[in-house]
């Protein structure tokens, strides 16, 4: 994979190998995709500040988050339905993550359960939940998670009403419940990723299999997981969550300071800044422009990550010289398992690190607990 050398072109390969409807998925998001348009261009808001001779060695990128210090500053998100873009694709995702002592972190709407990846390869895994409408279904993936001995839960808050995302309705994703002409037409178009796929056998979530109200086969769980999430959805949730989740957890979905103050007060241990990928609410902030504020609203020791939009480890950079803890990667690493597998996710990790590694020492930073100290002094608004 030595041709590909950013994020960039991992999209580029992954587009080539996946049927259109799964790189839609991936790649699109809400109505006009101002949203997710503004989370990547956002970061051209500043300027990181050059010194020079000031920093022999290459910069230390290890750091601390989530009670624990970390090698590197950004771990593995939640993204849904690894297993369809390749064969096995979460235990892939999580062997990658292990070899490079990352966390990876399950999404709820994943082909492999939590249990099957803690029993077959391990590591740091923490578990994405869904609110169901069915609380005793939600209290089951609870004790999913506490069986495989996973500390870290996050809740994601900002999906109790699913955006429309055009590429998918074009697709049928989540309308289409069975393989139709059209579909199975698109999908012939790429033969590599329908060999893996019938290597690795017709992919169903794990999670659901034993429960014939979600139906059988991805499609058709895939749609029917979607359309019990728990509309009504509110703070009190959060606080039933908390009585019943005896670990960490985490909310994400926070885009104001305000919402990022109440889940302090009810009791979150760390918050993700997140407005989807831009896949909800068209129009809304970038999350790297709401960052200080909400730093600042929640003081300097609470744990406060982010994701969407991050490509390069400049961004990174801006945003741990911001007040981030830490960052989820989404869509990067989704397109390295694409391209190419476990070897794909361990590429898109090599290179963030690389670039972030290069950055830090041009800017004349020693460490990325040096940067985070620095904080805005690193940086100049445009």
Not at 314 to 334: F, H, K, N, P, Q
């Given at each position: 994979m030595a041709e590909l050398v950013n994020i960039s072109d991992l999209r580029s390969a992954a587009k080539r190998r996946l049927p259109k409807i799964f790189f839609d998925y991936i790649d699109g998001a809400a109505f006009s995709e101002t949203t997710a348009n503004r989370n990547t261009d956002d970061f051209a808001k500043w300027e990181l500040v050059q010194r020079v001779l000031r920093v022999a060695e290459l910069p230390e990128l290890r750091t601390t988050y989530l009670g624990s210090e970390k090698p590197l500053p950004f771990m593995l998100g939640p993204v849904g339905f690894l297993g369809l873009y390749r064969g096995n694709g979460e235990i892939l995702t999580a062997q990658a993550a292990k070899s490079k002592r990352i966390p990876m972190c399950l999404s709820t709407f994943s082909i492999s359960s939590i249990g099957r990846l803690q029993k077959e390869v391990g590591g740091d895994l923490h578990f994405q939940l869904y609110m169901d409408r069915d609380k005793s279904f939600v209290e089951k993936l609870l004790q999913s998670a506490i069986d495989a001995n996973i500390d870290e839960l996050y809740l994601t808050v900002d999906t109790s009403i699913t955006s429309v995302r055009e590429k998918d309705v074009r697709n049928g994703f989540r309308a289409v419940k069975r393989l139709n002409a059209p579909l199975m037409f698109s999908m012939m178009q790429r033969p590599a990723w329908c060999l893996d796929m019938f290597r690795s056998g017709a992919p169903s979530v794990e999670a659901v299999e034993q429960y014939p109200e979600f139906g059988k086969g991805a499609l058709e769980q895939a749609s029917n997981l979607s359309g019990r999430l728990d509309s009504s959805l509110t703070w009190d949730d959060v606080e039933w969550l908390r009585m019943n989740w005896k670990g960490r957890l985490i909310i994400k979905g926070i885009l104001s300071p305000e919402d990022a103050v109440i889940a302090q007060e009810k009791g979150a241990d760390a918050i993700v800044v997140s407005n989807h990928g831009g896949r909800q609410l068209d129009y809304a902030s970038s999350t790297i422009s709401v960052l200080p504020a909400i730093r600042d609203a929640v003081g300097p020791e609470f744990d406060v990550l982010i994701d969407?939009?991050?490509?390069?480890?400049?961004?990174?950079?801006?945003?741990?010289?911001?007040?981030?803890?830490?960052?989820?990667?989404?869509?990067?690493?989704?397109?390295?398992?694409?391209?190419?597998?476990?070897?794909?996710?361990e590429k898109v990790i090599d290179i963030l690190s690389n670039e972030l590694q290069i950055t830090l020492k041009l800017m004349g930073v020693a460490s990325v607990n040096e940067l985070q100290t620095l904080g805005l002094d690193c940086l100049a608004n445009r």
């Open positions: 969407s939009g991050f490509r390069r480890g400049s961004d990174i950079a801006i945003a741990l010289a911001l007040g981030a803890s830490g960052i989820l990667l989404g869509r990067a690493y989704a397109f390295g398992l694409a391209a190419g597998g476990q070897a794909g996710v």
